[in-house]
T-cell receptor
Framework: DAGVIQSPRHEVTEMGQEVTLRCKPISGHNSLFWYRQTMMRGLELLIYFNNNVPIDDSGMPEDRFSAKMPNASFSTLKIQPSEPRDSAVYFC????????????FGSGTRLTVV | AQRVTQPEKLLSVFKGAPVELKCNYSYSGSPELFWYVQYSRQRLQLLLRHISRESIKGFTADLNKGETSFHLKKPFAQEEDSAMYYCALSGTSGGSNYKLTFGKGTLLTVNP
């Protein structure tokens, strides 16, 4: 298995533009998570899906952020419009619902909004 | 509520010295505990999970339910151990308990 695949690896965009981050979880994993990592705040859970259904989106900062999981093999995190304070590394992770196993993380998308 | 506390943001040791990264947790049931490591600008990687009681790269961690702790230890630190270490907790029933709650992380620096 290729692991959790995120694209793009790096994204530089201008303030006000729409940004879409993509994630392909490990096949067979039931849960998918989007995290944001910054120096100031550390790792923040943004949203979490279980069997493609959003379970907990309390970490989504504001309405500019939205996430979808149309099927078991694909998820997107969209920021519209983007702002400089959204600059961070965004990680996607997936896990099986069987107990005893942790997450597998993707390589992350480093977003810079100028 | 789930909570993970890593009291040290920074930890610096010399090569060959023992190292202990502290982790305390709060959870009303029986948790699953994990340690993740993140090398510079890379993805988080699973280092240890308490259920397997394994030793990875010389690191071990024992779950102490009485003290609600899951400290990470290594008897002789190596320079390549320098990284950010995150302790994480998961519940053991369905629904939102399957999410991992992370501590703030401890940045370990091993000096030559």
């Amino acid at each position: 298995d290729a692991g959790v695949i995120q694209s793009p690896r790096h994204e530089v965009t201008e303030m006000g533009q729409e940004v879409t981050l993509r994630c392909k979880p490990i096949s067979g994993h039931n849960s998918l998570f989007w995290y944001r990592q910054t120096m100031m705040r550390g790792l923040e859970l943004l949203i979490y899906f279980n069997n493609n259904v959003p379970i907990d989106d309390s970490g989504m900062p504001e309405d500019r952020f939205s996430a979808k999981m149309p099927n078991a093999s694909f998820s997107t995190l969209k920021i519209q419009p983007s702002e400089p304070r959204d600059s961070a590394v965004y990680f996607c992770a997936s896990r099986t619902n069987r107990g005893g196993y942790g997450y597998t993380f993707g390589s992350g998308t480093r977003l810079t909004v100028v | 509520a789930q909570r993970v506390t890593q009291p040290e943001k920074l930890l610096s040791v010399f090569k060959g010295a023992p190292v202990e990264l502290k982790c305390n947790y709060s959870y009303s049931g029986s948790p699953e505990l994990f340690w993740y490591v993140q090398y510079s600008r890379q993805r988080l990687q699973l280092l240890l999970r308490h259920i397997s009681r394994e030793s990875i790269k010389g690191f071990t961690a024992d779950l102490n339910k009485g003290e609600t702790s899951f400290h990470l230890k290594k008897p002789f630190a190596q320079e390549e151990d320098s990284a950010m270490y995150y302790c994480a907790l998961s519940g053991t029933s369905g629904g939102s308990n399957y999410k991992l709650t992370f501590g703030k992380g401890t940045l370990l620096t091993v000096n030559p």
